[in-house]
């Protein structure tokens, strides 16, 4: 059965306080993992694609990796603003559904 | 942004109602799908369409259903709303592998 289980469930961190955020998977196949950024009350926000093991995205503060089974979102020197729910999810070889974990709320302490 | 909207944004109905969930878009985009996120569960795949009147459910698709008749709208029904329907939908679009783009959800409350 494909699942995606992120951790932690919340995290807060001081502005400046460099962390990781997990997502671990169990697919028969990844054609891909993405992440996603959710502000509350709003709809998820996409940030990065990642295709095969290996491959790595930045975007500012923000950098993606990705292993066979996992993939992390490194948060270097975060800042208030940061502070969301962060998603991932993966599209497996076979059929057209995408799975999602349950998320990582982040708080970004000033 | 990516051209998604959602109407209603908000809505209260009664149990046993049906209630029609409509999602738009400018893109042009040929999947669509529709979403339900609920505390614990996360995004929850309830259908999905691959093509104007090409549709195919998700994990969560018994009390629902969908239509497609225009590449730019995707219709979600319940067709008689119970309690446990209660919940925030979200549309999104794609190109099928690649990342989805969501819309700004509707929050249904069934009493």
């Known amino acids: 059965e494909d699942q995606v289980t992120q951790s932690p469930e919340a995290l807060r961190l001081q502005e400046g306080e460099s962390s990781s955020l997990n997502c671990s998977y169990t697919v028969s196949g990844l054609r891909g993992l993405f992440w996603y950024r959710q502000d509350p009350g709003k709809g998820p926000e996409f940030l990065f694609t990642l295709y095969s093991a290996g491959e790595e995205k930045e975007k500012e503060r923000l950098k993606a990796t990705l292993t066979k089974k996992e993939s992390f979102l490194h948060i270097t020197a975060p800042k208030p603003e940061d502070s969301a729910t962060y998603l991932c999810?993966?599209?497996?070889?076979?059929?057209?559904?995408?799975?999602f974990g349950t998320g990582t709320s982040l708080t970004v302490i000033p | 942004d990516a051209g998604i909207t959602q109407s209603p944004r908000h809505k209260v109905t009664e149990t046993g109602t049906p209630v029609t969930l409509r999602c738009h878009q400018t893109e042009n985009h040929r999947y669509m799908y529709w979403y339900r996120q609920d505390p614990g569960h996360g995004l929850r795949l309830i259908h999905y369409?691959?093509?104007?009147?090409?549709?195919d459910k998700g994990e969560v698709s018994d009390g629902y259903s969908v239509s497609r008749s225009k590449t730019e709208d995707f219709l979600l029904t319940l067709e008689s709303a119970t309690s446990s329907q209660t919940s925030v939908y979200f549309c999104a679009i794609g190109q099928g592998a690649r990342e989805q783009y969501f819309g700004p959800g509707t929050r249904l409350t069934v009493t």
């Open positions: 999810a993966v599209h497996p070889n076979t059929g057209n559904q995408f799975y």
């Open positions: 369409s691959y093509g104007v009147k090409d549709t």
